[in-house]
């Protein structure tokens, strides 16, 4: 059973996602976090003392968040990657990391956190291509997994905030051809 002060850090976690997600970078304030957590100012600064250390918690969470969709995924690239495209269909997560990149342009902790986000990224890439090329080098499988994530990164621009119909219809199951076509290629 979790502890009054974890559940209170994880109602703050999830504000700050909210708060990220609605308002955006210019609102990610410990204010409108407390605000939106329904807690005070206090509260929040004695769980995240200051703005970097939330920001790098909500990152964290995030990727944890991630974890446990990719952990219910089937255990093989395509299935992961369905997981990933059709994440760009809610609008949330592909809020969540535009306002981060939006961030990460003058922020250097935004900068630091964002970049950690996208190394476990590209690692759980790596791992996946790796289950099906065991003689590709692994600075080929890395090199691939970073192409892989920058395509699906840049799809969620013109696929999320209900854009795809009007920009990109059929551009899901085109990624999905071209990623398999990339991991499948010989070396």
Known sequence: MATKGEVRRERVLEAALQVLAQQGAHGFRMRAVASAADLSLSHVQYYFPSLDSLLAAVVERYLRE???????????????????????????????????????????????????????????????????????????????????????????????????????????EQALAAIMALAAMPV
């Open 66 to 172: 991630w974890d446990q969709r990719l952990a219910a995924a089937p255990d093989d690239l395509a299935s992961a990657l369905t997981l990933v495209l059709d994440s760009h269909l809610h609008c949330q997560d592909c809020q969540v990391l535009w306002e981060l990149w939006a961030m990460a342009g003058h922020d250097p902790a935004a900068n630091t956190a964002l970049t950690g986000f996208y190394q476990a990224y590209i690692d759980r890439v790596c791992v996946l291509l790796a289950r099906d090329a065991a003689q590709v080098p692994a600075e080929t499988i890395r090199g691939r997994a970073v192409l892989i994530v920058a395509l699906l990164e840049g799809l969620s621009v013109l696929r999320g905030a209900g854009r795809e119909a009007a920009l990109a219809p059929e551009a899901g």
